[in-house]
C-alpha cells in the first residue's frame, strides 16, 4: 500500500509543472485524495482536494485559478497541473490517501520556482 510522487523540478516563475501520484496496493476509487505542500520553516498545508469519483474539488485560496487537480482511476493516477507558479509555490509537495484526515502519505517531491 503506497502512494508515490513524481515531477517535481526547478520552474521558472511564471511556468508550468505537472506533478503525478502514483497508487498502489488500494482501492484507489474509493478514496478522495489530496494535495499537501510543505515550505521550509512552515506547517504543512492543504493545496487541493478531489472526491473519489473526481466530480468534486476544492482548493486553497492562494492556488485558485492556476492549478488542477484530476485523477484516472484505471491508472490510480492523481495529478497537480501547476500553471503560472510563483516563488512562493516553492515547497515539498506531498500526496495524500483520504479528502481529510490522511491516512496514507508519499514521499513528497520538490517543487522551486525561482529565475
Known amino acids: 500500500v503506497q502512494v508515490v510522487e513524481s515531477g517535481g523540478g526547478l520552474v521558472q516563475p511564471g511556468g508550468s509543472l505537472t506533478l503525478s501520484c502514483q497508487a498502489s496496493?488500494?482501492?484507489?476509487?474509493?478514496?478522495?485524495m489530496s494535495w499537501y505542500r510543505q515550505a521550509p520553516g512552515k506547517e504543512r498545508e492543504l493545496v487541493a482536494q478531489?472526491?473519489?469519483?473526481?466530480?468534486?474539488?476544492n482548493y486553497v485560496e492562494s492556488v485558485k485559478g492556476r492549478f488542477t487537480i484530476s485523477r484516472d482511476n484505471t491508472k490510480k493516477v492523481v495529478a497537480l497541473q501547476m500553471d503560472n507558479v510563483k516563488p512562493e509555490d516553492t515547497a515539498v509537495y506531498y500526496c495524500?490517501?483520504?479528502?481529510?484526515?490522511?491516512?496514507?502519505w508519499g514521499q513528497g517531491t520538490q517543487v522551486t520556482v525561482s529565475s
Open positions: 495524500g490517501r483520504k479528502w481529510n484526515a490522511i491516512d496514507l
Open positions: 478531489i472526491s473519489h469519483d473526481g466530480r468534486e474539488v
Open positions: 496496493g488500494f482501492s484507489f476509487n474509493r478514496y478522495g
